[in-house]
């Protein structure tokens, strides 16, 4: 699937609700979270609606390599030079709210409201 007109992240992307961006390419889009559990509280997601990591296969091994090596880039380009932490929640189990696939990324100095 392409979009899902239902999901919260999928309207991100289409600009039809508001985000504060970090970074866009054709297929990544990173914001700030809107609930930050450190100072530094970026999602990156990849522009096409996948659900989770349970869903993924081969095809997205691409989108997700270059979530992975952006995520540092964006860490230094927001001042973060402590080190940084990174989680993807998947499922009900895994602790995910929202059903787009996401890398939260954490940094900044410590203490932390959350992780
Ligand atoms: P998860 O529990 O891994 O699904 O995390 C979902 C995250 O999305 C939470 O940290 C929320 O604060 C964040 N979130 C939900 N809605 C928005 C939004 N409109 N803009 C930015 N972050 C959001
Ligand atoms: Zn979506």
Redesign the pocket.
């Known amino acids: 699937m392409s979009a899902d007109p239902n999901c ?2 999928c ?2 992307v289409a600009g039809q ?4 961006k970090a970074y866009e390419d054709d297929e990544i889009l990173a ?7 450190a100072p530094v ?1 970026i ?1 990156l997601i990849p522009k096409l609606h996948v659900v989770s990591m349970a869903d993924v296969g081969p095809e997205h091994a691409g989108v997700l390599g270059r979530m992975m090596v952006l995520a540092p880039q964006l860490m230094r380009a927001l001042g973060v030079t402590g080190g940084f932490r990174q ?3 998947t499922g009900a189990d ?6 787009h696939l ?1 890398l ?1 990324t954490f940094g900044g100095p410590r203490p932390w409201k959350r992780g």
């Open positions: 919260i992240f309207k991100i609700i508001p985000s504060n914001f700030h979270d809107i609930n930050p559990w509280h999602l989680v993807i929640n895994g602790g995910q709210e929202v059903m996401h939260h």
